[in-house]
């Protein structure tokens, strides 16, 4: 599976989308960016689609008005995030405002999820202890 990656313009169109708010983070994700609150992902960068986490509702009403793409690897698209209007990478300031708005009510849903955890780090094998547990 090929993994597109974000030019930088689309990254920086994806910055300005996210909403400003002290809880968010955006962080770089295999080559493109995902925008977190409280360690949950609520809009991502995908090649040059963005997609939002939705509530049901909110996924409904977007997914039944306007020209949704599939979030994620075509043949394997990411449950729960709808992806924004194509078109609207090409309209300009106008679209970029619906998408604001729409990453606003992705930011405002997944505030309302419980935090992620954090994981433990996981002890890295050396190629002595790999080669020794071999052995056994």
């Known amino acids: 599976m090929e993994m597109p990656k974000a030019t930088?313009?689309?990254?920086?169109?994806?910055?300005?989308?996210?909403?400003?708010?002290?809880?968010?983070?955006?962080?770089p994700m295999f080559g493109n960016l995902g925008a977190f609150i409280?360690?949950?992902?609520?809009?991502?960068?995908?090649?040059?689609?963005?997609?939002?986490k939705?509530?049901?509702?909110?996924?409904?009403?977007?997914?039944?008005?306007?020209?949704?793409v599939p979030f994620g690897p075509a043949d394997r698209p990411m449950g729960g995030y709808t992806g924004l209007p194509?078109?609207?990478?090409?309209?300009?300031d106008g679209d970029d405002t619906r998408a604001r708005a729409w990453a606003e009510k992705a930011l405002a849903y997944v505030?309302?999820?419980?935090?992620k955890e954090a994981k433990e780090?996981?002890?890295?094998?050396?190629?002595?202890?790999?080669?020794g547990a071999a052995a056994k």
């Open 8 to 27: 930088e313009e689309e990254k920086e169109r994806f910055r300005r989308v996210v909403p400003s708010h002290p809880g968010v983070v955006v962080k």
């Open 38 to 52: 409280n360690g949950n992902m609520f809009a991502g960068l995908f090649g040059s689609t963005i997609g939002v």
């Open 54 to 68: 939705l509530s049901r509702e909110d996924a409904e009403l977007l997914e039944s008005s306007e020209r949704t």
């Open 86 to 92: 194509e078109v609207w990478n090409e309209e300009g």
């Open 111 to 115: 505030a309302t999820l419980p935090p």
């Open 121 to 131: 780090p996981k002890a890295r094998a050396t190629k002595a202890g790999a080669r």
